[in-house]
């Protein structure tokens, strides 16, 4: 059965980012040795925080990120929007496989996922080598970063009407609810309204990719845990 041998940690209220950053560097060290080298997968919304989040991740775990979508990028030569408007959302999505297929055999890897990896079950096939976690984010959160920083180079968000922020909400809001069940197969799911709610923010923007990372982990190892139960018949 596995045995965390570091006290559990709490994410609590955090003090400052100093106590953030030593409490992510304990928890990935607690945990890492029973991940067994499996690579992490982060599904979820475009502008989630998968590439933030993984990018974090990966440097406390000592592990490689990437991203599938550069992948497709370098392997086709362009970018996703010049994909779908060369070639359309078909062959994209044929690409998106084939990149998870190839890391499907790798190890040591965080993986941000394409925002719509979720919805094919050949992915999850590839997925379910590692360990996949839902960053699932509320609408206006998700709305307002990506009105922030545009809607150019994301195709599935093109063709609203109306001000960046209702476009993003909009085509989002749709998207999701198409959606939510797929992401919701994922082994773990870190919650930022339930981050918010522990550390007693009133808005999801107050909280840190540290903190988010933390609570990342912390799902993770409940995952590890219920696995290890399962394969053991013990909790
Ligand atoms: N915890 C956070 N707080 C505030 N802003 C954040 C947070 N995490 C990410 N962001 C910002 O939100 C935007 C989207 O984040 P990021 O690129 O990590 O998401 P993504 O899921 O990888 O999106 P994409 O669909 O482009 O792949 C970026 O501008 C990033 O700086
Ligand atoms: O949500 C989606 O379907 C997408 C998200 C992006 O990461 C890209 O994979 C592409 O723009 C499609
Ligand atoms: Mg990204």
Known sequence: ???????????????????????????????????????????????????????????????????????????????????????????????????????????????????????????????????????????EALARRIAAVGTHSRPLLHDESGDAYTKALTRLSNLLEERSESYAYANARVSLEEIAAKLGYRDVSHISPTAIAIEALEQIEGFLKEEDGMAFGTL
């Not at 919304?45 to 989040?53: A, C, D, E, L, V």
């Not at 779908?84 to 993986?111: A, I």
């Open 1 to 139: 059965m596995i045995n965390f041998a570091a006290p559990r940690l709490q994410s609590g209220s955090f003090n400052s980012p100093f106590d953030e950053a030593l409490i992510l560097k304990n928890k990935s060290q607690e945990i890492e040795p029973f991940l067994s080298g499996r690579c992490i997968y982060l599904v979820g919304m475009m502008g989630s925080g998968k590439t933030t989040i993984g990018k974090v991740l990966s440097q406390v775990l000592s592990y490689n990120f990437c991203d599938s979508d550069s992948l497709v990028e370098e392997d086709v030569g362009t970018s996703v929007a010049e994909i779908f408007k060369l070639y359309g959302e078909g062959f994209f999505r044929e690409k998106e496989t084939e990149m998870l297929r190839r890391l499907s055999r790798m190890h040591r890897m965080v993986v941000s996922t394409g925002g719509g990896a979720v919805i094919r079950p050949v992915n999850w096939r590839h997925m379910q080598q590692g360990i996949s976690v839902w960053l699932d984010v509320p609408l």
